[in-house]
């Protein structure tokens, strides 16, 4: 691979469009406000990371969240085109200087298709298809996919937020231009962080685009030179990541892990002394000792706890870029094992470690988190359940009253069940946790419209 051909500003459904002559934004500066004046970019706000929705303490949700993560991506990017340049003067007329705007755009557009509630939506979703009613629809799965197609059935099963966020920027929603948000190739690539379909997600349900997209990525990877790795049993396809989504990835790791700690201390589920611990042990004992000195007693903890997580995520965000640089060479040849944060140094490694076990034991499996999951589940997977069955059924008089709450946008009403079972995830996966909170309520009688 190599970066003249990566770094494509190339549009998706208007390749042969060229850039109005008063435009001043870059072509991935256009990617990053194209999104963020989305409404599927807003509706992130009632989506939660981690924590129920706030109540008197502001914790993180996916759209701070991925504001965050969009700021260190872009100071990733920046700094590695930097290096780059250094390194190859060639590159210093080339768009290679756009890196840092590619990672923040694709960086703000890692979540968006993740379904409401996270995980435990996604794990709903999974469930219903492959163990709950909705594993009756496999009869459907027909060798020419008339109806449903093998491919199709291990999108549903495997179902994964990444995939869905490839789709939601590139489908032709009822309604909308070809092309989805009609983004630059290098954009979308950076955002596929499995680049390969739902049959290649064997040991875990990962996977970068559904059958329908497929096509869609294959013609952006060959457009930018992705290297094919060899196939997998059965003719399965499988790419090199684009180097960008090392960049994005690693931003997303540095900011869900540390921003975590923060919330967590902030509801006081980690003390103030656990708290800064945690962050101080990123840095040799000069180094933390320089830092304490900077407060008085008398200091506001949450301002130190603030200042110690910034340092932080500088000291993660300039070690990635130096693991980024150094491998660059196996990065472009597709042999480069692993994540940037599993090749940090010992000293961060082991302190990005402690950070991992701490998440595990007592944020992630705290009362807070496991009751929202618990909840969430529940109320996906009885939506689900009751819009798949309308969908399978629309001339029953439930299925016409359920189907009228469907946006025009989501083919709910197409011909072939294999499309209107997508379309159902896509409706499914576009709600807030708030709008399928009530949905849930209003189906299930337990609240009324206002009159």
Same mark, same amino acid.
């Given at each position: 691979m190599n970066w003249q051909n990566l770094i494509s500003s190339k549009r998706l459904g208007k390749e042969a469009e060229t850039k109005p002559l008063e435009e001043r934004r870059t072509e991935f500066q256009r990617d990053y406000d194209r999104l963020i004046f989305s409404a599927a @970019?807003?509706?992130?706000? $009632?989506? #939660?990371?981690?924590?129920? /929705?706030?109540?008197s303490v502001f914790v993180h949700n996916r759209l701070t969240h991925s504001l965050e993560v969009s700021s260190v991506g872009r100071s990733l990017g920046t700094d590695v085109s930097r290096e780059l340049i250094a390194r190859h003067p060639a590159l210093a007329n080339t768009e290679v200087t756009g890196m840092g705007a590619i990672v923040s755009a694709a960086c703000l557009a890692h979540d968006m298709g $993740?379904?409401? @509630?996270?995980?435990?939506?996604?794990?709903?979703?999974r469930t219903y298809f492959s163990e709950g009613r909705g594993a009756r629809l496999h009869q459907l799965v027909t060798p020419d996919g008339k109806r449903l197609s093998e491919a199709e059935w291990l999108d549903m099963t495997r179902f994964d937020g990444n995939a869905n966020t490839f789709r939601l920027l590139t489908h032709h929603f009822n309604g909308r231009r070809p092309g989805g948000f009609v983004m630059t190739y290098a954009t979308l690539a950076s955002i596929v962080k499995y680049p390969y379909g739902s049959d290649a997600a064997v040991r875990k349900p990962?996977?970068? @685009?559904?059958?329908?997209?497929? #096509?869609? !990525?294959?013609?952006?990877?060959?457009? =930018?030179? /992705?290297?094919? /790795?060899?196939? =997998?049993?059965?003719?399965?396809?499988? !790419?090199?990541?684009?180097?960008?989504? !090392? =960049?994005v990835e690693a931003a997303d790791d540095i900011c869900y892990e540390i921003m975590d700690i923060e919330d967590a201390h902030k509801l006081r589920l980690l003390s103030d002394e656990q708290t800064m611990e945690l962050f101080l042990a990123f840095f040799e004992p000069a180094e933390r000792e320089r830092l304490r000195s900077r407060y008085t007693p008398d200091t506001d903890v949450d301002d130190q706890i603030v200042y110690y997580r910034s340092c932080v995520i500088n000291a993660l965000e300039r070690a990635c870029v130096r693991i980024f640089v150094d491998n660059e060479q196996a990065i472009l040849n597709g042999t480069f094992e692993g994540s940037l944060i599993s090749h940090l140094p010992p000293l961060l490694h082991n302190a990005y470690h402690q950070c991992e076990q701490v998440a595990a034991t007592r944020i992630y499996r705290c009362h807070e988190v496991t009751d929202v999951d618990l909840a969430g589940y529940h109320i996906i997977y009885t939506l689900l359940e009751l819009i798949t069955d309308a969908v399978m059924a629309p001339d029953k008089a439930y299925s016409q009253l359920l189907l009228q709450q469907v946006s025009t946008q989501y083919e709910v009403h197409a011909s072939r069940e294999g499309d209107r079972l997508m379309a159902v995830l896509d409706y499914l996966s576009g709600m807030t946790d708030v709008y399928a909170l009530d949905l849930y309520r209003k189906i299930n009688g337990h609240s009324l419209p206002s009159v």
């Open positions: @970019f807003r509706r992130m706000q $009632n989506k #939660t990371q981690v924590f129920p /929705l706030p109540g $993740n379904p409401p @509630f996270g995980h435990s939506g996604e794990r709903a979703i990962k996977f970068g @685009f559904f059958e329908a997209e497929r #096509t869609t !990525y294959l013609h952006i990877a060959d457009a =930018l030179g /992705l290297k094919r /790795l060899p196939d =997998l049993p059965g003719g399965i396809i499988r !790419y090199a990541r684009h180097p960008l989504v !090392y =960049l």
